[in-house]
């Protein structure tokens, strides 16, 4: 499967974004989908995931309350709904698919990054 991430950008703190993740190549709707992000000089690190029902949806502590992750099967698309967003929130955002929820490391597809950039 392949994965396109797109809708960052540059918002000020507190403000929203919403990334969004068109998958083809793949029967979506089979896939465990995940946001990960890696800031400069820091490691890859885990945002959400979400199952390929859509049912469940798991989060870092880092973003809970504030981030949402929901997908369209219909639409091949997996989106992060990005709320009250911190300084701390700028990376480059990656989407990913998975036939495994979990660990991580099991999510084997990734696309190309978005930049999210938080300023004050």
């Known amino acids: 499967v392949q994965l396109q991430a797109y809708g960052g950008g540059s918002v000020q703190a507190g403000g929203s974004l919403r990334l969004s993740c068109l998958a083809s190549g793949g029967t979506f709707s089979t896939y465990h989908m995940g946001w990960f992000r890696q800031a400069p000089g820091k490691e890859r690190q885990f945002v959400a995931v979400i199952r390929s029902s859509g049912h469940r949806k798991y989060y870092a502590d880092s973003v809970k309350g504030r981030f949402t992750i929901t997908r369209d099967n219909a639409k091949n698309t997996v989106y992060l709904q990005m709320n009250s967003l911190k300084l701390e929130d700028t990376a480059v955002y990656y989407c990913?698919?998975?036939?495994?929820?979990?660990?991580?490391?099991?999510?084997?597809?990734w696309g190309q990054g978005t930049q999210v950039t938080v300023s004050s």
């Open positions: 990913a698919a998975s036939r495994a929820l979990m660990p991580v490391t099991a999510y084997g597809y």
